[in-house]
């Protein structure tokens, strides 16, 4: 699996935000790795050891119907699984990649920590441009005052007509 733009971005439409964390899903990470949803799952159960609350959590029925409606999945595309979802966060999806002994499953967890941390850059660069935003309306709003005044001095001097100045000839030279 190869590292490019398009892949993060396919990745990135992975990401959901659940109880205020981002994660993917096991089936999603799944499809990724190109196994059965079933043997991650089977992989996670022999190692929960590894994948404490902040790492992996059971969606909730409520979560799970939310998720449905949301994004207009079909439960079929759910794979008719009994049991609701798991969701990873980046540190779980990082532990994955010691469960599942794959290349593929090495290669998939690469390119995901990319889409993680392209994630943050752009939070990132969005507050950054927030904060200079904030500043330049604060020097703005100081400035209004004097900026008002400055364009009503320009418009009164506008609005004032010229005197025509008179032609001054014979200055070195004859009239003709």
Known sequence: MKSNQSEVVGIESKIYIIRGQKVMLDFDLAQ???IPTMRLNQQVRRNTYRFPADFMFILTNQELGI?????VI???AWGGRRKP???FTEQGIAMLSSVLNSRIAVEVN????RAFVQMRQILISNKDLEIRLRE????????DGELKMVFDAI???MS???VPHKKITGLGKKDE
Do not use: C, G, V
């Open 32 to 34: 990724l790795y190109q």
């Open 67 to 71: 998720l449905k409606s949301q994004f």
């Open 74 to 76: 079909s439960s079929s």
């Open 85 to 87: 979802p798991l969701a």
């Open 110 to 113: 690469i390119a995901i920590m």
């Open 136 to 143: 330049l309306e604060t020097k703005y709003e100081r400035h």
């Open 155 to 157: 418009r009164k001097l």
């Open 160 to 162: 004032i007509r010229s």
